[in-house]
C-alpha cells in the first residue's frame, strides 16, 4: 500500500526563520494530499492541500510544492512565529478512494522567540 | 466550527478486558473514522463508517470492533486489550466529497497494563 515519509523528523528554529519540510510517497496512482497540522494539547488541524495537477499551492505564509515525477513535496513556512510550533502531518490519498488518507509520521517544529 | 467530541480523553485498562472509546460529531457528516497514532509514526486508519449501522475496515482493524449506530456517534471497541494496543486513539469526521477535509477530536490515549 501507499507509504508517505517526512522528513526531518524534527527541527528548531528561531523566529523569522524560513523551514522547509519535505514529504514523499510511493503509489503513483495518489491524487491528492492535504497537511494537517497539531499544535501542542489540539486537535489535528487541516492547514493546506495539492492535487495531483498542481505545482504549486500558496496560503499566506505556507507554501505548498508538489513534483509528480519525483513522488515528492515540500511545504515551506516563511517568517515563522512562536505558534507555529506544532507537528505537521503530510498524507496522500489515492484515486478511488472514498476519502481514505495514508499519513506521515509527522514532523515536529519548534520555533524559539 | 465542526465539533468532535471523543471520550474518555484517557484512559488505562488491563489486559485482557473491553474497552470502548466514544465518539460523536455535531457536523452532520456522512463519514467518520478511528486513526491509531503510535509514537514516530503516522496516524493508521483502523475502521470507518460512511452511514449508519455500516462499518468498514481500515489498514490495520485486527484487534478491533466498530460501532455506528447513528450518524453523529461511532464507537471503537477492543474485547480483549493487549499490551500492543496502548497508542492515541483519534476519531474524525467528513463530509461525503473526496477530499472533504477531516475534522479530527482530540484524541484518547490508552495504556493497556
Known amino acids: 500500500g501507499e507509504q508517505v515519509e517526512q522528513l526531518p523528523s524534527s527541527l528548531i528554529v528561531q523566529e523569522g526563520a524560513s523551514v522547509l519540510i ?10 491528492y494530499f492535504p497537511w494537517y497540522k497539531q499544535e501542542p494539547g489540539k486537535r489535528l488541524q487541516f492547514i493546506i492541500d495539492i492535487r495531483s495537477n498542481m505545482e504549486r499551492k500558496q496560503n499566506q505564509r505556507l507554501t505548498l510544492l ?8 515540500s ?10 510550533s506544532a507537528i505537521y502531518f503530510c498524507s496522500a490519498r489515492l484515486s478511488g478512494s472514498f476519502n481514505k488518507l495514508t499519513f506521515g509520521a509527522g514532523t515536529r517544529l519548534a520555533v524559539c522567540p | 466550527e465542526a465539533a468532535v467530541t471523543q471520550s474518555p480523553r484517557s484512559k488505562v485498562a488491563v489486559t485482557g478486558g473491553k474497552v470502548t472509546l466514544s465518539c460523536h460529531q455535531t457536523n452532520n457528516h456522512d463519514y467518520m473514522y478511528w486513526y491509531r497514532q503510535d509514537t514516530g509514526h503516522g496516524l493508521r486508519l483502523i475502521h470507518y463508517s460512511y452511514v449508519a449501522d455500516s462499518t468498514e475496515k481500515g489498514d490495520i482493524p485486527d484487534g478491533y470492533k466498530a460501532s455506528r449506530p447513528s450518524q453523529e456517534n461511532f464507537s471503537l471497541i477492543l474485547e480483549l486489550a493487549s499490551l500492543s ?3 492515541v486513539y483519534f476519531c474524525a469526521s467528513s463530509g461525503r466529497d473526496r477530499g472533504d477535509t477531516l475534522y479530527f477530536g482530540a484524541g484518547t490515549r490508552l495504556s493497556v497494563l
Open chain 1, 75 to 84: 511545504l515551506h513556512i516563511t517568517a515563522t512565529q512562536p505558534g507555529d
Open chain 1, 22 to 31: 519535505n514529504c514523499s510517497y510511493t503509489d503513483s496512482a495518489s491524487v
Open chain 2, 85 to 87: 494496543q496502548t497508542a
Open chain 1, 66 to 73: 508538489f513534483d509528480k515525477k519525483t513522488k515528492h513535496l
